[in-house]
Nanobody
């Protein structure tokens, strides 16, 4: 059974940091590109970051470049999203996604004073 389980969300003040984690199971994690998406109610999900299987290539949404960093540890079947200098506009439900198919259940990030 394929599963993606996110954690690490929460409430943080503007300018703060959070690190999201997503653990995959039920498949060979190292063989798949992994992505982080986010969604605000009423809006479509947007891709925030993506990382290649070998950690060498990453892509970011323009609005998070320089603030967010995606990484992965294939030995731990985990992909991370380090989020720094958070802004209220970063408030959303964050989801990890295996390639272009399976989704995790999401973790809520709220940036507010």
């Amino acid at each position: 059974q394929i599963q993606l389980v996110e954690s690490g969300g929460g409430l943080v003040q503007p300018g703060g940091s959070l690190r999201l984690s997503c653990v995959g199971s039920g498949f060979t994690f190292s063989r798949y590109v992994m992505r982080w998406f986010r969604q605000v109610p009423g809006n479509e999900r947007e891709m925030v970051a993506a990382i290649s299987t070998n950690n060498r290539t990453t892509n970011y949404l323009d609005s998070v470049k320089g603030r967010f960093t995606i990484s992965r540890d294939n030995a731990k079947n985990t992909v991370y999203l380090q989020m720094n200098s958070l802004k209220p506009d970063d408030t959303a439900m964050y989801y990890c996604r295996r390639a272009l198919d399976f989704w995790g259940q999401g973790t809520q990030v709220t940036v507010s004073s």
